[in-house]
């Protein structure tokens, strides 16, 4: 510390202990001489009261240290002055200047208090006209310089004591900011964890994501409580004719969020991969209750990415171009923005992946068109194809015969009739195959009894047939019902060209969660146990394995119970709701 600074202010523990010295310094000698009726008693006691007004008004009750420099040298000087006056009265007041000590040291600049010290001292001799006997007084001078040592060793013992109180306020707040730093950082890793969470689940619910409006839901859902503050999502497609204004494709459901086909003012549009935030006399054309800013993000740079080898197309509706986000708060920071890109980027993904996913359902459509093609190929070169060759062989053998042999070409016109009836009715089972009129006209029940009737008219003999509706029916995607019409055409087609039937019975079952069709009839049956390519069940590549695979693929089961001599029954079971597949097209 510099020797003219102010010392130390004593904290409160060490004022009260001043208080306490000064009263008894000053009130014990006053009570002496109230008590002993000295001389000038009332003067003395009248002095010491003044002194202690004195003490009170500009050293007890002054205002904080900084601010009292001038007030304690003027402290300082009516303390000298009211020190000789008591002591020149009663020297009982001699031990006034044990108080005064710390009281000069502790608040004037050392130098100052050493000078208030010696003036202490002096004084009394000075007013006395003791001052020459006073220094000649080795004992006097003595009692000078150990007041002034122990005034320094006061200041001393203070100062230090101060400079404990200081480092050990200092080190406290120290802590204290540090704790409070501590409480910031924590509170801002809680919140980078909870808005790190809010994105993984928002990455993977649009990894989920089948429409656009399960798109916009899972960002609106999932980033509900990042520290954006998201209040509502929806997607943008671009207004080719307006450059500042776009179309709502999809919302998310709960939120704060324009309707689906509204159009929306976008003062600023981002680029590609970036984002704007719109605050402000930016969106007053279109205010919303609770949103205080919007971000629009781009989904161009990583959807177009995806498509520019042109192999993708477009999900159903307009292809969405803009993210628009609203927030509760027009304050936002660079960390914000950038998880906010990051969903952009992901959405952009999954949007991409919608069109790669639409674009491998048509491509597997037309798949499935060119396999049925191929499959009537086949079909129409083993039976059509091979029965009229045999047909024009019969002809022309009989056409031969005529000239020599009448009966025998009466047996090659017959087989020639009888091939040309087998191969019409090939035909329009082929047709039959090609065109599932019946259930665009109804529905699957009507379609059946539809079947079976016409099925039952075209048969060369008389054969009982009956549909059976087991259950109430229920609706079920179009390829199920396609599927099991097909299967029935075929196992009727199958009876009629192999079974020998009298009786069939065919039933339809709605049972839980599934549809059940059985086709039972009371023929020759034949042995399961034999691959379909050894059998005529499956003759022209039309037959078991056919059926199978038309279920299969819907996620069903076909079942084959024959037992030759004992008729056969086909039983196909499907789910109400098929497993997911590329759906085939109807030719």
Avoid at 39 to 48: C, E, M, N
Avoid at 106 to 126: E, I
Avoid at 292 to 311: E, F, H, N, P, T
Wanted: glycine share 10%; net charge negative; proline share 6%.
């Amino acid at each position: 510390m510099d020797q003219d600074a102010p010392g130390s202010d004593p904290d409160s523990r060490w004022l009260l202990l001043l208080h306490v010295l000064f009263a008894v310094t000053l009130g014990v000698p006053t009570i002496v001489v109230a008590v002993s009726g000295a001389p000038g008693a009332p003067g003395t006691i009248g002095i010491a009261a003044a002194f202690a007004a004195w003490y009170l008004a500009l050293f007890a009750a002054g205002p904080p240290h900084a601010d009292r420099g001038i007030r304690m040298l003027v402290y300082a000087v009516g303390a000298v002055a009211f020190f000789t006056a008591l002591n020149i009265r009663d020297g009982g007041y001699v031990l006034l200047i044990y108080s005064l000590l710390p009281q000069f040291f502790s608040r004037l600049s050392r130098s100052l208090a050493v000078l208030g010290v010696v003036c202490l001292v002096l004084m009394p001799a000075t007013v006395t006209g003791g001052v020459g006997t006073l220094l000649r007084d080795p004992g006097a001078l003595f009692n000078l310089l150990a007041s002034v040592g122990l005034g320094l060793a006061v200041t001393a013992v203070m100062e230090a004591l101060g400079r404990q109180s200081q480092e050990q306020r200092a080190t406290i707040a120290a802590l204290e900011r540090a704790r409070t730093a501590n409480e910031r950082l924590l509170a801002a890793a809680r919140r980078d964890a909870d808005d790190r969470a809010a994105l993984a689940r928002a990455g993977h619910a649009l990894i989920a994501a089948r429409t656009h409006d399960e798109v916009a839901t899972a960002i609106g859902e999932q980033l509900g409580g990042h520290s954006a503050d998201v209040r509502g999502v929806a997607l943008l497609a671009d207004e080719g004719t307006v450059p500042d204004a776009a179309t709502v494709v999809a919302t998310a459901s709960g939120t704060v969020s324009p309707a689906v086909g509204a159009t929306v003012t976008v003062p600023r549009k981002p680029a590609d991969g970036e984002a704007v935030v719109l605050t402000g006399d930016e969106l007053r054309d279109a205010p919303l209750p609770g949103v205080a800013a919007v971000a629009l993000l781009s989904l161009r740079g990583v959807a177009d990415s995806d498509a520019s080898d042109g192999s993708t197309a477009p999900v159903a509706g307009a292809d969405p171009g803009l993210l628009w986000i609203a927030l509760g708060d027009a304050g936002h920071d660079e960390a914000a923005l950038r998880d906010l890109s990051t969903v952009a980027a992901e959405t952009a993904l999954a949007l991409a992946n919608l069109r790669l996913t639409t674009h491998a359902a048509a491509q597997g459509r037309t798949a499935g068109v060119l396999a049925e093609r191929q499959r009537l190929a086949h079909d129409i070169h083993d039976t059509l194809a091979q029965g009229f060759t045999s047909i024009v062989t019969q002809l022309e053998a009989a056409e031969q015969a005529l000239t020599d042999d009448t009966p025998r070409a009466a047996t090659h016109l017959e087989r020639a009739k009888r091939t040309a009836r087998d191969s019409l009715g090939e035909a329009r089972r082929t047709v039959e195959a090609l065109r599932p009129e019946p259930l665009e006209r109804a529905g699957l029940t009507a379609a059946l009894k539809d079947l079976a009737a016409r099925w039952r008219d075209s048969q060369p003999r008389p054969i009982g047939i009956s549909v059976t509706i087991d259950g109430e029916p229920a609706r079920v995607p179009p390829k199920v019902d396609d599927a099991l019409l097909r299967v029935a055409q075929e196992a009727l087609g199958n009876i009629g060209r192999h079974a020998e039937a009298r009786n069939v019975d065919v039933t339809l079952s709605y049972v839980d969660n599934l549809v059940l069709l059985d086709v039972q009839d009371d023929g020759v049956g034949f042995d399961v146990g034999v691959p379909p390519g050894h059998d005529d069940v499956s003759d022209g590549g039309y037959g078991l394995i056919s059926m199978r695979e038309r279920v299969t693929v819907l996620g069903g089961a076909l079942t084959v119970e024959s037992t030759r001599g004992d008729g056969t029954t086909v039983a196909a079971r499907i789910p109400r709701r098929p497993a997911p597949a590329l759906p085939e097209e109807r030719p």
